[in-house]
């Protein structure tokens, strides 16, 4: 049972140290499944919270209104419930709140047939830690194409 990516978060490395990972389900309805399956999602601007009553929510995941989907249609930006065990929700409050972590989406795919997302706690990078993580990417192309000068 293999993983097709349907979206990643690419500045979510450039803009975090990304501590721990989670694979969570999300709760759709039926129009925003056919509108993933056509890749019609976003996720850069996105963060989930865990509400008080123990629940894990995602904000701001914009998934675009499915072509054919009528007057049955999603509103695109609605928060949706993630599907985590309680335990898994109780240690990322915790280590949310002990560490002052925030809990952002990294990308969103198909396994098998059920949509799934993964997320991750991570804390915010400084600009000084941002130009540090650039010249050492810099230096490894370099020392790969060979370009020693």
Sequence with gaps: MGIKVIVKNKRAGYDY?????FE?????VGTEVKSIRNGK???NEGHI???RNGEAWAHNLKIAQYD???????EETRKRKLLL??????????RMKAERLTL????VYFKGSNIKIEIALAKGKKLHDKRHD??????EKKLRRGDYT
Excluded at 24 to 28: I, K, P, R, T
Excluded at 68 to 74: T, V
């Design 41 to 43: 999602v976003t996720i």
């Design 17 to 21: 140290h990304l501590v721990q990972k």
């Design 24 to 28: 969570a389900g999300l709760m759709l």
């Design 85 to 94: 065990n309680k335990i898994e929700i109780e240690e990322i409050e915790h």
């Design 68 to 74: 054919f989907g009528n007057q049955f249609n999603h």
């Design 104 to 107: 952002i989406p990294i990308m």
């Design 49 to 51: 919270s865990v509400d």
């Design 134 to 139: 650039q010249a050492k990417k810099d230096v």
